[in-house]
């Protein structure tokens, strides 16, 4: 028998392809045939979405403010935030009926989590930063007008970066043969075991 036996071993973790990551990163939620005004509200929301996401995952860069400046543009922008809100929850009563409510919470998870990321935080962390700099800068009243633009950087952002300081290898490698301490040297057991 060989000194060394090999051992089939996925080294890594199984990561998602960047055209499925960029894909769903790519679009919103679908709405139901929207209004200028809900797709206006959309985007709105699609925004502080992203920025929300950056404040709870992008803190390990103090640089970028996230958290400071999620909170101060939801106290600046509050007018236009709570019309976007108000404005897709009627959107889901008109086109879900009773089941709205729901159907709101439902398209707003699918919103974070789409914004979520692990392969792509470093570019979606810097993106976040500026454009929450950039909107602190629009004054109070102008944010819908500029968060089509915004939205669209926010999720262009999240496509994927190799590292290249960490290579993922998938084949065979040589692990070390580990004597059964109950054979003896001709494969017979041990009376000790």
Known sequence: MAPFGYVSSAVGLVLATTASLSSRAASLPELTAPNAQEQSAQNVWAVRAALNV???QCQFSPFLATVKNYNALIRQHDGELAAAQK????HFRRTAGAAGHRAFDQYTTRMYNGFSTLDAQLGFCDEAGRSGRELLATPIGKFSASASATSARLRASLVPVTD??????RGYIPV??????????KGGRLRRC
């Open 54 to 56: 950056a404040a709870l």
């Open 176 to 185: 070390p043969r580990i004597p059964d301490p109950c054979l003896d040297k």
């Open 164 to 169: 290249p300081y960490r290579t993922f290898a």
């Open 87 to 90: 404005t897709l929850e009627r």
